[in-house]
C-alpha cells in the first residue's frame, strides 16, 4: 500500500461556513425546475394579496367601518347598491345596529358611503383572492404542475382561505350583538392571526420549492421557528392592542405612566380571571411591549450565536436582518404609542409587522440541518459479507 494520509474516521460536516457537500433531501423531489418555478410564481402572488387583505383590512378597523355592512353574502355581496334606493336599504339596515345607535347616530347617507366602501372593498378584495387562487390551482393541476401531495398542500392552503371567510364574519356578527360598538378582541386576534397563519405558510411552501445547498446546526433550525412562533405571538398581542384600543392609553416609555409595571396591572387577573388577559388595556399593553422585549433579546442571542458558527452564510445574513427589521418594527411601535396612534402610522405598524414575520417564515424555512456523513471503514479492513 502507498504511503499516504490515513482515511479520516472525524465526522464530516458543513463545520462553521454552513456548506453541505450535496443539495439531497429536497421538499420537491419529482418536480422539475419550470414546475417549482412556477407554483412559487403563484404562492409569492397570493402572499402579496394577503399582505394587501391585512393592510386594507386595519383601514378598514381604523375607519370604524367594518360594521357598515351587516349581511354575510359571499357570492351576492359582490355586488354593491346600484342606486339611490338600495343605498337607503342598506343605511337603514346600518341603523339598527348598536354601533350607529350609540356612536354614529348623528351620520349622512354620504358618511355612511364611505364607511361602506371601505368594507365592501375589504371583502371584495378578499373574493379576488379566492379566484387567484382557485384559477391558479387549476391551471397549475391541468399543467401537472401541481402532482402528488402537493396537491393536497396546496388544497390545505386553499381550505384555510375559506376558513378565513368565515371567521372574519364571524368577527364582524360579534359587533351586531345587543350594546356592541365594536367586534370582540379576541375574534379580531383570531381574524389576523389566521391571515398571518396563511401569508407564513405560503411563503413556508415556497422557500422549500426552492433547492438548497446551505446546512446550519439543527439548533438554529429548531430556534428558527420557534422565533417564527414568538412573532405570531407578538402579532396577537397586538391585535389585542388594536381591538382594545389599548394603544391610547400610557402613552409614554419606556415607562407606562411613571411605572415600568402600573399599579392596576395584575388586579384584573384577580378580579375576573384569564378573561384580562384579552379585555383589560392596562395588561394587555403590558402584554404587548414585554413580549417584544423579550422577542428582541432572543433574536439578537440567535443573530449572535449563528454568526459565530457561520459567519458569512446566507443563515447569519438572514438573522442579522431580523434583528435589523425587529429593531426598526420596536421603534415604530414606539413612535405609534407616544403619538398616540394616528392612523398613518399605525396602518405602517401593522403592515410592516407582516414584513418581519416573512422574514422570520424566511429564516425558519431556508434552514437545512446538517447531517454527519458516515465515516469511512479503517483502511485494510474489508466488510464481511
Not at 210 to 235: S, T, Y
Not at 281 to 292: D, E, G, K, S
Amino acid at each position: 500500500m502507498a504511503r499516504g494520509k490515513l482515511p479520516s474516521t472525524r465526522r464530516q460536516n458543513s463545520g462553521s461556513n454552513g456548506k453541505a457537500h450535496n443539495a439531497s433531501d429536497q421538499p420537491a423531489k419529482g418536480m422539475s425546475a419550470e414546475s417549482r418555478q412556477m407554483v412559487r410564481l403563484w404562492l409569492h402572488m397570493l402572499a402579496g394579496l394577503v399582505f394587501a387583505m391585512v393592510i386594507v383590512g386595519g383601514a378598514t378597523r381604523m375607519t370604524g367601518s367594518g360594521l357598515s355592512i351587516t349581511e354575510w353574502r359571499p357570492l351576492m355581496g359582490a355586488f354593491p347598491p346600484l342606486n339611490e334606493q338600495d343605498w337607503w336599504k342598506e343605511f337603514m339596515k346600518y341603523q339598527s345596529i348598536p354601533q350607529y345607535q350609540i356612536l354614529n347616530y348623528d351620520i349622512s347617507l354620504e358618511e355612511f358611503k364611505t364607511l361602506y366602501w371601505w368594507e365592501w372593498g375589504h371583502r371584495q378584495l378578499g373574493r379576488f383572492v379566492g379566484v387567484v387562487f382557485g384559477l391558479g390551482f387549476l391551471f397549475l393541476v391541468i399543467r401537472r404542475h401541481l402532482r402528488g401531495m402537493h396537491i393536497v398542500y396546496a388544497a390545505l392552503l386553499g381550505c384555510l382561505g375559506g376558513t378565513q371567510a368565515f371567521v372574519g364574519w364571524i368577527m364582524v356578527a360579534s359587533g351586531l350583538k345587543p350594546g356592541m360598538t365594536a367586534v370582540e378582541p379576541i375574534r379580531l386576534m383570531a381574524h389576523l392571526v389566521l391571515a398571518a397563519c396563511i401569508f407564513a405558510l405560503l411563503l413556508i411552501y415556497a422557500i422549500k420549492l426552492k433547492p438548497r445547498v446551505e446546512r446550519i446546526r439543527p439548533g438554529f433550525v429548531w430556534a428558527g421557528w420557534g422565533l417564527l412562533l414568538g412573532m405570531m405571538l407578538q402579532i396577537a398581542f397586538g391585535a389585542l392592542v388594536a381591538g382594545n384600543h389599548a394603544g391610547l392609553i400610557y402613552n409614554t416609555w419606556p415607562l407606562m405612566g411613571e411605572h415600568f409595571l402600573p399599579d392596576s396591572l395584575f388586579y384584573p387577573l384577580r378580579a375576573i380571571g384569564m378573561e384580562a388577559l384579552f379585555d383589560d388595556v392596562t395588561l394587555v399593553q403590558f402584554n404587548h411591549r414585554f413580549w417584544a422585549y423579550v422577542l428582541l433579546a432572543l433574536t439578537l442571542w440567535h443573530a449572535w450565536a449563528v454568526s459565530r458558527a457561520h459567519k458569512g452564510t446566507s443563515a447569519n445574513r438572514r438573522a442579522n436582518a431580523l434583528v435589523w427589521m425587529l429593531s426598526a418594527q420596536a421603534g415604530i411601535g414606539i413612535a405609534t404609542l407616544v403619538m398616540v396612534a394616528p392612523m398613518w402610522l399605525a396602518l405602517i405598524h401593522q403592515g410592516f409587522a407582516i414584513l418581519v414575520l416573512a422574514m422570520f417564515a424566511v429564516h425558519a424555512a431556508a434552514g437545512q440541518m446538517e447531517r454527519a456523513e458516515p465515516a469511512p471503514a479503517p483502511a485494510g479492513k474489508r466488510k464481511r459479507s
